[in-house]
């Protein structure tokens, strides 16, 4: 089966400053990765997505790139917010939410 | 719509003990899933069903049970639970399993296997 890995597990940053999550995916057939952001104590929610047929995808300060040759990809964020504190989940899946794997997320703390 | 409702919100239960967690949604969602999450490990599926009448194992359904007999409810069932059971678990669904059809969680259920 699918295999994500994500890294780092976590990450502390000023506010202002960009961030960076970077995810690896073991299973060539995948070619949908959503990710989704997770505030203390809340439910998961998509923020981006991306699919394989596209190398990168922008919305405001959130950014996903996609190498398929490699096997990665990985969630941008520039000018950080303490808003932006929360733990990011990448995922992936042979056919959008069918079977979606997460990586084991990633603690974000944004400090001001 | 109350989108995706799950309960109860806090469980406690002695190990052996069986129980049912209930998820509903009121958005014709065909696609609904079950998810567990503990510290350091992510979101783990147990579960899914792409429509009524169709549910199949995903990567840790060992001592669950489901069961989608209408569009709207999507049951788990813990048969005789286990201290590793204890968990926050999350029903998931979307419209279809369709790209680009973001996941609408619960609020979650907590967990406590004694």
């Known amino acids: 089966g699918e295999n994500v890995e994500q890294h780092p597990s976590t990450l502390s940053v000023q506010e202002g400053d960009s961030a960076v999550i970077k995810c690896t995916y073991s299973?060539?057939?995948?070619?949908?990765f959503p990710w989704y952001k997770q505030e203390l104590g809340k439910r998961p929610q998509l923020i981006i997505d991306?699919?394989?047929?596209?190398g990168e995808k922008k919305d405001q300060r959130i950014a996903v790139t996609l190498n398929k040759t490699a096997k990665h990809f990985s969630l941008h964020i520039t000018e950080t917010q303490p808003e932006d504190s929360a733990v990011y989940f990448c995922?992936?899946?042979?056919?959008?939410?069918?079977?979606?794997?997460f990586g084991k997320g990633t603690l974000l703390t944004v400090n001001p | 719509n109350a989108g995706v409702t799950q309960t109860p919100k806090f469980q406690v239960l002695k190990t052996g003990q069986s129980m049912t967690l209930q998820c509903a949604q009121d958005?014709?969602?065909?696609?609904m899933s079950w998810y567990r999450q503990d510290p350091g490990m992510g979101l783990r599926l147990i579960h899914y069903?792409?429509?009524?009448?169709?549910?199949d194992q995903g990567e840790v359904p060992n001592g669950y049970n489901v069961s989608r007999s209408t569009t709207e409810d999507f049951p788990l069932r813990l048969l005789s639970a286990a201290p590793s059971q204890t968990s926050v678990y999350f029903c998931?669904?979307?419209?279809?399993?369709?790209?680009?059809?973001?996941?609408?969680f619960g609020n979650g259920t907590r967990l406590t296997v004694t």
């Open positions: 991306i699919r394989s047929n596209v």
């Open positions: 069903s792409v429509g009524a009448g169709i549910t």
């Open positions: 995922a992936a899946s042979g056919g959008s939410n069918y079977k979606l794997t």
């Open positions: 958005m014709n969602h065909e696609y």
């Open positions: 998931a669904s979307s419209w279809d399993t369709g790209w680009g059809q973001p996941l609408h």
């Open positions: 299973d060539s057939a995948s070619n949908y």
